[in-house]
């Protein structure tokens, strides 16, 4: 028998799992805590990455979930009046021209679908992405995105940041070759550590690629449904997609969802040539709290996305005015804040730290992500940040 030191720890005898805080084993989940299996109490500034984006456990979709009556299931290939109410809200609250959805189950299945659409649509088989990108853990999606090239199975360009004016004229040159099917790109680059293109850069990519007869799709899986101060961060800029693919926030934990949005004639190549069967695609559960979660953002949304203003402000200066050991650079757009201390080791360090005083954040490399709920009380975002203070 093996000595106990080398025997697996629970929680990989079973389970797959890589990257993050796996040392804490979630029991319960409400408002803007976390709490584990040792009774302990977490501020919650991940919030389940961009998922839990109005607070954990919130009443009203509870309700939803207990009560709901509706079929167990629905066969893809039939018709359900559900679906149609939560396509006809999404298309309602989505940027102009994107006027039909595909069902998916998450984000990685939406962005599937887009690149399918896009292949199709065009007869093209090649990507251009930003480098380093992350877009979902299916094939394609690992393609476009910063996957192992073991793994690439469309072949991708990518387009270094910043995303500037330099960027666009970087882009052209690989567009002029007409072989590219799409751009895919996440408007404000979560998964980049908050990176915010340039408006120029965001202003011309669309009629630049349509110059080439290139599609371009906006990955809203990450920022949708308010998390930088819009409802979908494509508004900070004057960028009409032809594709956007949600997910996460949708129904904000409470069930799984995702959905690619596109234009009509793509809806009509996606039904012509391509295959969007899903067979869980659009759970009758799921829609039903995606669809009040949906009803109740587009009723507060004005409310909501100030609130979201504020606090972002409040943020921005509390962490302007602490001692980092290096001036650190702060990005922050809505209640989407990233914090590069320009050191890994350090930002590992100092999350961990926060972690051990009850503050959950997400270091990626030399940044330190925040991601709070978008209705954060200031009490709370002031308790959060003054543990931050403190494990500087
Ligand atoms: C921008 C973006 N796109 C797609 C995905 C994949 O979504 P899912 O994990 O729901 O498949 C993610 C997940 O984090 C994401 O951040």
Known sequence: MQPAASMPRPRKRFLVQNGGNAEIEVTRARGNYVYDARGRKYIDFIMGWCVGNFGWARPALRRRVHAFDGPDYVYPNYTYEPWRELARLLVGLAPNGLSRCCRATGGSEAVELALQAAMLHTGRRKFVAIEDAYHGNT????????????????????????????????????????????VIMEPIAMNLGVLI????????????????????????????????????????????????????????????????LVRD?????????????????????????????????????????????????????RLHAMAFPEEPEIRARGLAIAVDVRDETYAERVAKKCRT????????????????????????????????????
């Open 265 to 317: 004639d793509l809806a009509e190549t996606l039904e012509r040539d391509g295959n969007v069967y899903s067979t869980y695609g659009w759970h009758p559960l799921s829609v039903d709290v995606a669809i009040a979660n949906l009803l109740w953002i587009k009723r507060n949304q004005r409310r909501l996305l100030r609130q979201v203003d504020r606090t972002s402000a409040y943020f921005v200066k």
């Open 357 to 392: 005083r009850g503050l959950l954040l997400d270091p990626q490399e030399s940044v330190l992500l925040m991601l709070p709920a978008l209705n954060v009380d200031r009490a709370t975002a002031r308790d959060g940040l003054d543990i931050l203070e403190a494990c500087l």
């Open 139 to 182: 094939l394609g999606a690992l393609s476009v995105g910063d996957g192992d090239d073991a793994v690439r199975v469309v072949s991708v360009a990518r387009l270094k940041p910043p995303l500037d004016g330099d960027a666009l004229d970087r882009l052209e040159t690989r567009l002029k070759r007409r072989d590219v099917a799409a």
């Open 197 to 260: 293109p340039g408006t120029e850069f965001m202003d011309g990519i669309v009629p630049l690629c349509h110059r080439y007869g290139t599609l371009v799709v906006m990955d809203e899986v990450a920022t949708g449904f308010g998390r930088t101060g819009k409802l979908f961060a494509c508004e900070h800029y004057d960028v009409q997609p032809d594709m956007m693919t949600i997910a996460k926030a949708a129904t904000g934990g409470a069930a799984g969802i995702g959905a690619l």
